[in-house]
């Protein structure tokens, strides 16, 4: 699969990070509670350095409640990480983070001087969500297509932490065929950047593999069909999907498919498990 995905303005957010770390007390980076390890971006690891870190598992709603809890004592065993499942556009979750930064930097807090937080986070994972609703009102720009914020920005929240918001930055390649298929699954990328029918086969083995009661519920399988392009054309026959001649728009089918899994119709689904073995999306799925 061939995922072509790199917004030149990530170059810029990388070099905006590199410079305003050092001015940061603690660092908020905002993953896809979904896939935490690949809406991660791995650079920031290391620029971040021993920096306190919050990691928002943002899109928590849709996520399995299970896989969650593994990713959260996963993600707490690392130095100076506190993990945090939420639904960013949630006001209540959204409240429970300022309480966390002060929690984590007690004696900062105390010398009455703004704790500083950045906002990190690859694009459309729901960073403007979260500043919006921590703001109260709409201050970051919220959008429906990857990489719509584009300014940075400060942001005083008046109670003692003021927030520095980049870009959205992703990693500068996408390389790991297993990583990208699940962000573009998870719905991360532009749906230019992917093969539809390729990501929708691939998410149909997974769900056949991990998550088998919530596909033949949504669908109404009878019973599970073997292979992925079965699992595709019959939901494209029972949803309406065809072509002239009656054969089914593979095309249409797949992108039902992964419009009902984002927009959390089957249930909560977590794409990866901390640690997990290979599986769906690192096999490469037979299209034709
Ligand atoms: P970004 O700044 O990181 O690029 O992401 P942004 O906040 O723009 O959010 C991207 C999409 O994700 C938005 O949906 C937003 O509503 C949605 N979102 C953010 N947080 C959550 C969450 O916790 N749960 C769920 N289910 N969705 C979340 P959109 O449809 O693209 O835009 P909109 O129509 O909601 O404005």
């Known amino acids: 699969m061939i995922i072509d995905w790199y917004p030149g303005h990530m170059k810029k957010a990388r070099a905006q990070i590199i410079e305003i770390l050092p001015k940061i007390d603690l660092v908020i980076e905002v993953l896809d509670a979904r896939l935490p390890a690949s809406s991660a971006n791995p650079l920031l690891e290391r620029l971040r350095g021993d920096k306190p870190c919050i990691k928002v598992l943002n899109k928590n709603d849709l996520a399995d409640p299970t896989v969650t809890k593994n990713w959260v ?20 979750d959204g409240g429970l983070i300022p309480k966390l930064c002060r929690k984590m930097l007690p004696a900062r807090s105390k010398k009455g001087k703004p704790l500083r937080v950045l906002v990190v986070g690859i694009p459309n994972v729901g960073k403007s969500t979260l500043i919006n609703t921590m703001a109260g009102k709409k201050m970051a720009r919220v959008g429906d297509k990857p990489a719509i914020t584009t300014c940075p920005q400060q942001i005083d929240l008046r109670n003692g932490i003021l927030l520095s918001d980049t870009p959205g930055l992703l990693w500068p390649v996408l390389d790991d065929m297993a990583g990208a298929c699940r962000l573009a699954t998870s719905g991360a990328i532009g749906d230019n950047a992917y093969d539809t029918v390729e990501v929708g086969l691939t998410t149909a083995q997974y769900l056949k593999e991990r998550y088998p009661a919530m596909l033949l519920k949504r669908y109404k399988f009878p019973e599970m069909p073997e292979t992925p392009l079965q699992i595709v054309e019959e939901i494209g026959r029972r949803r309406g999907c065809l072509i002239k001649g009656g054969d089914v728009d593979l095309y249409r089918a797949a992108e039902l498919l992964l419009r009902e899994l984002r927009a959390g119709s089957l249930g909560a689904i977590s794409l990866e498990r901390p640690n997990e073995a290979p599986g769906a999306f690192d096999q490469k799925v037979e299209t034709e």
């Open 73 to 92: 004592s996963f993600f707490e065993q690392q130095q100076e990480v506190k993990a945090i499942p939420l639904d960013a556009r949630n006001r209540r």
